[in-house]
């Protein structure tokens, strides 16, 4: 106070962790007015004249004109509505209960406030981020009647200071279900075209796309349309091959990015969506942290049970069938699949076999019914990958596989927990 003109918000500051439930301007308030009674009484302070020039003395006639914070630039008594008015009109368009404020300082603010800390001893001092945040999120609040949650917001709003520029970082939209894929050559997530990567090129005919459709984008389409999101994300326990159908209950969680509008009717996206004949869902309820879901469903090493249908090269030698019950609760040492040998990497994997049964369905086919451990590539089990998963269903009857068609009819997660269960 006596080298510079202080606004309140920047004074009060200064002792920002002394006393309860009164605002930095408060506080600021107060200890001018301790310093105008001690002038006022004859104590001899020097003090730029500016501070108390708004604070009426008995004794003692203050000239003095009004002078700018030399530490904020009066930003407390300009800029917090000015912003605050900005921010609700780039809110308008998003359905949201809950907000958080975040700032980025100009670069004469973080000067000024480093001068401050050199000048003062910090031990009460409350950072000028944190109350500009505070501030902002008030006047936000009053005008919105939406409240401030520093624990999980629906809508951060981020502000640039120097550039008086806002953008905003919505929290997705996490709705939980189940689906059933009952088709062959769909893939679980939307597959980008790898030429153009989603822009569209002759490889894809325009389309950005590898596959024309995915479970994801049937999930998708009418979600996308009720919340006016900007995409969608899938996250699920495991995928099934593109040719492999899912006849049991996979859970999933489609994540919404962006979304304007957070209230849904979930029976009726969920009869919108299975109005395909691709696949159906039941959509299950919109959860709050839908990360912890998600972080569960990839890391669960959730056991499957497959139906698979093989025709082999030569008739099924029927002395051999029942070497393959053998199979129950064994051992089995995968090489990486050759399939994938070029997205993953080449080691080998011990999983095991936990029920096997088997069917003859005519001298060259055989029904199997495998419940196994994750990861188990279950098609490299029933062919053998040339050698590659030992033991195999191909090696014990010394017949090679010319043809498989696999269901998954089963997926053993115990993920309903997280959720409290339908």
Known sequence: MRRYSICDNCLGRVFANLLTGYSNKERGRFVKSVVAMLIDCGEKIEIDPSNIRDIKLRNLKVEAEKKKCYFC??????KIEFLAKKIVEKLKEYDFSTFLIGT????????????????????????????????????????????????????????????????????????????KKFVRNLPQATWYCQSCKGKGCEN????????????????????????????????????????????????????????????????????????????????????????????????EKAEKTYLAEVVFEKQIDKNKLKLIDGLKNSVIYQKTPTRVLKRRSDRIRKKYVREIKWKLKNSKTLILKIRASSGLYVKELITGDEGRTKPSISEILNNKPIKVLLDVIKIHSDWKRMIGGR
């Open 204 to 299: 894809c005919k325009g389309t950005g796309l590898l596959y024309k459709s995915s479970v994801q984008m049937i999930i998708e389409k009418p979600i996308l349309k009720v919340t006016k999101g900007k995409k969608s994300k899938i996250h699920a326990a495991g995928r099934e091959d593109i040719d492999v159908r899912c006849l049991g209950w996979r859970p999933f969680v489609i994540e919404i990015v962006k979304p304007k509008v957070r209230k849904v009717e979930l029976k009726k996206l969920e009869k919108e969506i299975n109005k395909s004949k691709k696949i159906k869902v039941r959509l299950i309820k919109v959860v709050e942290d839908g990360s912890k879901l998600v972080k569960f469903l990839k890391s």
């Open 104 to 179: 980025k300082l100009s670069g004469e603010l973080k000067l000024k406030e480093e001068e401050m800390l050199d000048l003062i001893n910090p031990e009460f001092y409350e950072s000028i981020k944190s109350e500009i945040n505070r501030e902002i999120g008030k006047k936000v609040e009053a005008m919105t009647n939406k409240r401030m949650n520093r624990e999980a917001p629906e809508v951060i709003v981020l502000v640039d200071l120097e550039k008086e520029v806002v953008s905003l970082n919505v929290k997705s939209l996490f709705i939980v279900g189940e689906y």
């Open 73 to 78: 630039g009066d930003f407390f008594e300009n």
